[in-house]
């Protein structure tokens, strides 16, 4: 039964649908470099990069994501250790 609604939806000449699932795919993929931009610039293009081969695997879209989003914290910390040592 869930086969035969995909295969009614891909086979149908719906492309408005069918261009947002590609912009929503698109989107999630690189979310981690999105949220990159605002947590962790300076690692940017790397995580750029990184998002390319690791939308293929959700460990490594995961890890990718937890990159992104520490950068701020890891630095903040850093800094502290050295102020403090």
């Not at 699932?21 to 990159?36: D, H, S």
């Not at 990069?49 to 630095?75: E, N, Q, R």
């Amino acid at each position: 039964m869930e086969m035969e609604f995909f295969d009614k939806i891909l086979a149908s000449d719906n492309y408005g649908f069918m261009a947002m699932l590609a912009l929503a795919v698109v989107v999630i993929w690189f979310l981690p470099a999105m949220l990159a931009l605002v947590f962790n610039r300076k690692h940017f293009k790397l995580i750029l990069l990184a998002c390319i081969p690791a939308g293929f695997s959700l460990i490594a879209w995961g890890g990718v994501m937890v990159w992104a989003i520490t950068g701020k914290a890891v630095d903040k910390y850093a800094n502290r250790a050295d102020v403090e040592g």
